[in-house]
């Protein structure tokens, strides 16, 4: 049994981030390790503690210090696991003063000068192929150092049934659904959404309502430009119903038509049969099937830069008529085998020790 130090910087209230690390704390102490959490107090550091993990509390205001009287409290981890900004700097400080390894995790498509303490690191991890290659090539790591660990899904999500189209519009109403933070760095999905609201008005005998599960400093613009877009249509709508637990996202997420979103959201959505249009920062990787779910994979679905596959995603427009008219099920499944194959927590908590050595 061992004892890791789990180092997190957080800014938004919850998100893919929290989500990643919470799953690496639950993997850890069901492996009968034990684990303290460096975070902010909050939401947080309250899931963790109910995972029998010890809580560090920060305000992140100097990582350096803080590090500093951590180790001089007695705290004696045998590694420490961390991941960039503050989180790093705690990390790479503590480790030098206990002597201890130190293993980095980027969830995020940023350099945060890795090439300057590469050495100071033991092994270095990434959410998706496209960060292990700037990990690898910009930042110069060695590869055999890098190693690519994807978002998991909890395998019960994966496990439960998947409900087809019909239920899902038996109603009338179709729900498209999205998760996540609402920052300046999310603007991208806009462009998404000037071609998917008039592609939904076009199928008027369904009422679409669009929802968006979190929040953020640009909820309000998102509000306005949504209001002006589908006020030209009478059957299309919209609601923000702010941050809501984990399982409630999968709930509703299970029973939209389709989802728009990133990273760890849009694995979610594909685990519960809903297909996804993944849509990040850094625009669109469009529908993910065929093609398109390559694409998704690199970029983390399409949170991470697309290069020049964007020029390769096929129309949204067309591929909503594909998804509504035609060949839901066959887009469901495909979404669905891909993220049991590649996503199930199961197979990544393992990915996850293996990395930690443990």
Known sequence: MARV?????????WGGLHENTLATVRALRNAGHEVDVVCKKGPFADACSGLGAQIIETDWADPVHFARAVADSGVRPDIVYASPQASRIFGLEISRLINCPLYVMFHGYYADGAAYWRGDVRKFAGVSPSIVELLTGYCAIDPWRVEMIPNGILDEYLDAPRRPLSDKLSTGTGRVVSAGRLESDKVA??????????????????????????????????EEFLGALTGQFSNVSFRFSGWVSPTEVERITRRATFSVGAGRFAALSMATGTPCFGVGKHGSAGLQYGSNLGI?????????????????????????????????????DDGWHFVSRTRRQSKVDGETLEFLDL
């Open 5 to 13: 130090l789990v180092s997190v910087f957080t800014v938004a209230n």
């Open 189 to 222: 999905q806009r462009e998404v959404f000037s071609e998917l609201v008039p592609a939904l008005a076009e199928r008027r005998g369904v009422s679409w309502e669009i929802i968006f599960l979190g929040d953020g400093d640009e909820r309000g613009g998102m």
């Open 296 to 332: 998704g994979a690199w970029s983390n679905f399409g949170d991470y830069p697309l290069r020049k596959a964007v020029q390769e995603v096929t129309p949204i427009a067309s591929d909503v008529g594909a998804l509504l008219e035609s060949d839901y099920a066959a887009i469901a």
